[in-house]
Structure formats: C-alpha cells, structure tokens
C-alpha cells in the first residue's frame, strides 16, 4: 500500500491522483488484497465486476489495477504494485495507454455527435469495446478494458457485452464497474469475478485527505459527510458544490427528525411527490437522516453508559435500531419502485416522536 507521506498542498484537480502513485491508500483493503493476488498468482481473469456505492473508489482500483499490469519498472519488490513513475504507469493515468482503454458516460460524450452526457451506456458504446477487445495488447501482455457506469447499461447493451464476456478474446481483461451489480444481468455478473468495494471508516478518510495537504478542520469534516467513500471526499474537495449539497442535505434532514409528528409528515409528502424530478437529492435526505439516527443512538447508549443506573430518560436504543431499520426499508423500497410518499410515509411513522425526545 503507498505510504501516508505528507506532500505539498496541490492544485484542488489534483487531489483525485495519489500523491505517491502505486494503490490508493484508501481502497478496501479486501478488494486490494483480491486485486493484488490475480496479479501476484499470474492468472488474471478475463473480468473482474467491481461493485460498491458511488465514490468508494472502484476507478480509481480499476486503474491501479490496470497500472500494476503495465507497469515496466523492474526495479519494484512486488509485481502487485505499480510504481507510479515510469513512463507505462503515467500513461494509464493519464488514460494514454495503448493497452488501457475506458468506456464511460463521460467518454461516451467525448465520441458523440450531439454534444450533453447520456444517462445510459449505449450498443455503440459496448460495440466499440467489442473492437478494442479483438485488438492486440501493443506495449503490455494484455488489454485491460474497464468498463465504467456499467449500472446504466441497459438489457439489450448488456447482451452485448455478454457476447464478449461468454467468449473472451485471449489477453484480454474487462474490468466492470458497477454502483448497483444487481442492475446487471444475471448472465452478465456469473461471468465476472465479483470484488466488491466496502466503505472505509471515516477515519481513514480523513487520514488521507490530510496526507494530501488538506486541512485537518475540513478533512474531519468532509470524511464525517463521505459515508467512507474517499473518491466522494477527494472530489468534493476539489468541487465546494459536492461538499455543499451533502451539507444541505444533512441539515435538511436534521430538521426533518426533528419536528413534530405531523411535520414529519408534511416533509415525507413533500419529498414524496418530488422524487421523479429530484431522485438523487430525496435518497441523499434520506440516507442523512440515517446516518443522524445512528449517530443520535450511538450518543444515547454512550449517554446511558455514563450515568448511574436510576437516570435513564433518553430514548431507548431499540426506539433508534427501529427507526434505522424503517429507513433502510425506505431506501429499498424506493429503489424497488415502491410510491414514494408510501416509502417515506411508513419510515416517519416509525421514527420517534419529538415528545420522547424531549425531556
Ligand atoms: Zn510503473
């Protein structure tokens, strides 16, 4: 794993690269340890589906990953790890690479006709990956083609990409990468090996947004808004909107808990009906909200922990676990379609009241 060495504060764009090449130090060290023995063990497979929410790295594992096959240096103790230095390592970094190709919303956009940057990954996109797979690997023993957003991949591009997956050209190795792995099809995800990316604790978030020269006041604060997704923290430092809305979202849903009955109800409606226009921002109060849950029960045990046992008015810890299961049931049956205000409506109810929470 690179080492946590402090560097000069750098421009904010630069943040998103690790300061001292090789893995990022702040990948699951599960996946790294997996990612690491493909390469070590000499049989990389011919796909690996990486999967975890948004921000928690998978790109930036996938271009490690991708680097330590390439790298040319031979001067490094371990295979596993790229060097981050010569001249195969910063390519893949730059996404110069000739063995090393990404398929992408955002490269997607770059090839399209009219300008903007669909929501989907489109045939035409899985058909160019299709030629680049049959290409020979040029400066490395192998391509690696990492196919990114693989969650909006809709059926009929998934079964293409199926083609390539149930016949792999030799030397060839698809990297996938997908926020939501039950998005894809069946067929598609038995044929990749599944690593997925966990969340890492806040702490090491936070650990490694100081090694790169941020501050400690924002670096605790961001790490406490990045749910252990480091990649979110590194952007959202460099980007103050990201940080903001997050922000927004964690007051919104302060105010939320902690209003009466009645109002919690109003603002489950209100959210409710603005879900099909504002998805992202209604998932983002309610994940909030969660994370004020757990942390308000987290206190309450502490609480009762410090005091003499004939104390005990503060709000009961199976009040909380209720309440975070009730949002968790939210966010799933959101995602499942489910009507919003129903979804919504049905965790409120299960939230406590403000009566017992004021004493
Ligand atoms: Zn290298």
Redesign the pocket.
């Known amino acids: 794993m690179a080492s946590a060495k402090r560097v000069p504060k750098k421009a904010d764009s630069e943040f998103r690269t690790d300061p001292d090449?090789g893995w990022p130090d702040w990948i699951d060290p599960a996946a790294l340890r997996r990612l690491q023995e493909a390469i070590r063990s000499g049989r990389i497979g011919h796909a690996y589906l990486l999967s975890g929410p948004h921000g928690v790295g998978k790109a930036a594992a996938a271009r490690a990953f991708a680097?330590a096959i390439c790298?040319?240096?031979t001067e490094?103790s371990d295979r596993a790890t790229?060097?981050?230095?010569?001249r195969?390592?910063r390519n893949v970094s730059r996404g110069a690479h000739p063995d090393v190709e990404t398929f992408s919303l955002d490269t997607q956009a770059m090839l399209a006709e009219k300008p903007g940057r669909g929501s989907t990954l489109t045939i035409d996109t899985v058909r160019r990956l299709r030629s680049s797979a049959a290409l020979f690997p040029l400066e490395s023993d192998r391509r690696i083609l990492i196919v990114d957003d693989a969650e909006t991949l809709l059926e009929p591009a998934q079964q293409a990409l199926l083609k390539t997956l149930e016949e792999p050209p030799p030397g060839v190795t698809l990297v996938v990468l997908a926020d939501e792995p039950e998005s894809l099809l069946e067929t598609v995800r038995s044929r990749c090996q599944e690593i997925p990316l966990r969340p890492i604790p806040q702490a090491a978030v936070a650990q490694s947004l100081q090694s790169r020269g941020v501050a400690d006041g924002l670096a605790t604060e961001v790490a406490s808004l990045s749910r252990g997704c480091a990649g979110w923290a590194l952007a959202a430092v460099a980007d103050k909107k990201l940080l903001q809305t997050r922000r927004d979202e964690r007051a919104a849903a302060a105010r939320w808990i902690a209003s009466p009955r009645y109002e919690q109800l109003v603002t489950a409606f209100t959210l409710g009906d603005q879900y099909s226009k504002r998805r992202a921002e209604v998932v983002g109060v309610v994940q909030s909200a969660m994370e004020l849950l757990r942390e308000e029960m987290l206190a309450a045990a502490q609480a009762i922990g410090n005091r003499p046992a004939s104390g005990g008015r503060t709000t009961p810890a199976h009040v909380y676990s209720r309440a975070i299961v009730a949002a968790l049931q939210c966010l799933s049956d959101l995602d499942a379609n489910v009507r919003p205000r129903l979804a919504l409506e049905a965790m409120v109810v299960a939230w406590p009241n403000s009566e017992m929470r004021e004493r």
């Open positions: 090449g680097q790298c040319t240096n490094r790229p060097c981050g230095h010569c195969a390592c």
